[in-house]
């Protein structure tokens, strides 16, 4: 089966959040993000680390969360934001996970 085109795949932003601590599991800070409206259907949490994450908005999503992020919801606030993953994990020190071969 063939790939799916870059250009059909949508565009995308790369949201940095800071976590509160009390949010001490991925499935809790789901739990919390699922909650949001404004986030939809199409958001993927990528990365959780201690007290920051990633997640992935739809272009068109982002443009609305973007003020709400920022001025937090239940903790959660946006730190910063990209469209590229690399960017906002250099700016929070996250890692990148070891490649899958």
Same mark, same amino acid.
């Given at each position: 089966?063939?790939? %799916?085109?870059?250009?059909?795949?949508?565009?995308?932003r790369?949201?940095? /959040?800071? %976590?509160?601590?009390?949010?001490?599991?991925r499935e809790? $800070?789901e739990? +919390? $993000?699922?909650? %949001?409206?404004? /986030?939809?259907?199409?958001?993927?949490l990528?990365?959780?680390? =201690?007290?920051?994450?990633? @997640?992935? $908005?739809?272009? &068109?999503?982002?443009?609305? &969360?973007?003020? %709400? @992020?920022?001025?937090? +919801? =239940?903790?959660i606030?946006?730190?910063? &934001?990209?469209?590229?993953?690399? /960017? +906002? *994990?250099? *700016? $929070?020190?996250?890692?990148?996970?070891? *490649?899958?071969r």
């Open positions: 089966m063939a790939k %799916i085109r870059k250009a059909a795949r949508g565009k995308h790369w949201v940095g /959040l800071s %976590i509160p601590k009390e949010i001490a599991s809790e $800070l739990a +919390v $993000l699922c909650e %949001i409206a404004v /986030l939809g259907d199409d958001w993927r990528y990365d959780f680390v =201690d007290v920051n994450a990633i @997640l992935r $908005l739809p272009l &068109a999503v982002y443009i609305e &969360a973007r003020p %709400i @992020l920022e001025a937090g +919801v =239940d903790g606030t946006s730190v910063t &934001a990209s469209g590229k993953i690399r /960017l +906002v *994990r250099e *700016r $929070l020190g996250i890692k990148s996970p070891p *490649r899958r």
